[in-house]
């Protein structure tokens, strides 16, 4: 079985990686994928979030930090290492390889993984432009194959993983402010009797 979702894997890979491949991809997935171009845009939205965005903006800032720091450091640093699958860009011949050759491990893709717990993060808070933060999250994705470094199976999981661990972070967010609010009325409660 999981010699069969291997070969599937590495079908779908070059189907993506060669078959799709045109002198648009060619300039757009580099361009997409490369960390430093999204800065301005994080920068920007977490601009707009502590001078417009009210308290709830500034709890949605605050709570980015541990939404990336779990679905890095799960990421890249636990599940990487531990399954330890290399990059096609290392195993497979005739990979269209746009950029660097990337030789540390491959599964979970790191940037599927990021890219779709802030989009599941954000859906959470601002549901209204959640095509914005899934389509973002997906086109990332998708130039790690297209650029060669990553099969289909690791965005798939990096995806999964992302969503999840956003999802914890939002969950324990809700427990402490559930557990606050309670504070606030035994606190209320107790100054009226």
């Given amino acids: ?12 890979f070059y ?18 994928t490369d960390k430093t171009h999204w800065f301005p845009v994080w920068g920007a939205i977490i601009i707009a979030l502590l001078w417009k965005g009210g308290k709830k903006g500034r709890m949605v800032v605050l709570l980015i930090i541990p939404v990336i720091f779990l679905s890095d450091q ?3 640093h636990v599940l990487k290492p531990w399954i330890g699958r290399l990059r096609p860009c290392v195993t497979l011949p005739n ?5 660097e050759l990337k030789t540390s491990f491959s599964f979970p ?3 599927a993984t990021n890219f779709f717990a802030l989009a599941t993060y954000f859906n959470y808070f601002y549901p209204k432009y959640r095509w914005i933060y899934f389509g973002s999250a997906f086109f990332v994705a998708l130039s ?4 060669g470094v990553h099969y289909p199976l690791d965005i798939i999981a990096g995806g999964i993983l992302g969503a999840v661990c956003a999802l914890i ?4 967010w809700r427990v402490i402010e559930r557990y606050i609010e309670q504070k606030k009325q035994k606190r209320s ?3 009226t009797n």
């Fill in 1 to 12: 079985m999981l010699d069969f979702l291997i070969e599937i894997d590495i079908a779908v």
């Fill in 15 to 32: 189907f993506i990686n060669v078959s799709l491949a045109n002198p648009f991809f060619d300039w757009f997935m580099p361009f997409i």
């Fill in 74 to 76: 799960l990421s890249a």
């Fill in 95 to 99: 990979v269209h390889l746009l950029g």
């Fill in 109 to 111: 893709s790191g940037h």
């Fill in 144 to 147: 790690r194959v297209s650029i």
């Fill in 169 to 172: 972070v939002i969950h324990a």
């Fill in 189 to 191: 409660t107790n100054y």
